[in-house]
Antibody, heavy 119, light 113 residues
Framework: QEQLVESGGGVVQPGRSLRLSCVASGFTFSSYGMHWVRHAPGKGLEWVAVIWYDGSNKNYAESVKGRFTISRDNSRNTLYLQMNSLRADDTAVYYC????????????WGQGTLVTVSS | DIVMTQSPDSLAVSLGERATINCKSSQSVLYSSNNKNYLAWYQQKAGQPPKLLIKWASTRESGVPDRFSGSGSGTDFTLTISSLQAEDVAVYYCQQHYNTPQMFGQGTKVEIK
């Protein structure tokens, strides 16, 4: 069955960096766009970024543009999120999610990894 | 950006009764070339990742009980749970996938009355 497993979360001080990873299995990773979505405590879901199946195109939420970078390694079935200049309001559970066969709805989600930005 | 607004923010429904959640987009998410509405619904239970329920505004995802249905077009959409079950307690989100950023609604919390 399709599975996504995130890792790399933790506690980090404001202004520092963190890299999240998401390993995919059970589907042809290189055929699908992939997303990062976050869920801050007490708030709703926030879409963060998307990368096309071949890495040729990337888009970001305004709140992370210039600070976060999405990338992928199709040879390793792995999605990444490099997060720089972290702020307290980046504190959230970060999920990776797979695009649908024919559009950008999110069919498969990981269990999430918690990022806490605090001094 | 296409802003998604859900109503109500929360609702309490008796077991077996109907629950209705509304979602409005700030601009149409209907793509004229294929006549599809780029609108999805997700269910998120406490401590779990979201789960896709409905895509294309009204197409139920495989394995989703048929008590869940989606309707609407253009800018106004509805998720209906025809007969609320205890396991349906969750927060429900609409999301537009018409363009980026793919905005979510603020969520609607469904509880048992």
């Amino acid at each position: 069955q399709e599975q996504l497993v995130e890792s790399g979360g933790g506690v980090v001080q404001p202004g520092r960096s963190l890299r999240l990873s998401c390993v995919a299995s059970g589907f042809t990773f290189s055929s699908y766009g992939m997303h990062w979505v976050r869920h801050a405590p007490g708030k709703g879901l926030e879409w963060v970024a998307v990368i096309w199946y071949d890495g040729s195109n990337k888009n970001y939420a305004e709140s992370v543009k210039g600070r976060f970078t999405i990338s992928r390694d199709n040879s390793r079935n792995t999605l990444y999120l490099q997060m720089n200049s972290l702020r307290a309001d980046d504190t959230a559970v970060y999920y990776c999610a797979r695009s649908g066969d024919d559009s950008g709805y999110h069919t498969t989600w990981g269990q999430g990894t918690l990022v806490t930005v605090s001094s | 950006d296409i802003v998604m607004t859900q109503s109500p923010d929360s609702l309490a429904v008796s077991l077996g009764e109907r629950a209705t959640i509304n979602c409005k987009s700030s601009q149409s998410v209907l793509y004229s070339s294929n006549n599809k509405n780029y609108l999805a619904w997700y269910q998120q239970k406490a401590g779990q990742p979201p789960k896709l329920l409905i895509k294309w505004a009204s197409t139920r995802e495989s394995g989703v009980p048929d008590r869940f249905s989606g309707s609407g077009s253009g800018t106004d959409f509805t998720l209906t749970i025809s007969s609320l079950q205890a396991e349906d307690v969750a927060v429900y989100y609409c999301q537009q996938h018409y363009n980026t950023p793919q905005m979510f609604g603020q969520g609607t919390k469904v509880e048992i009355k």
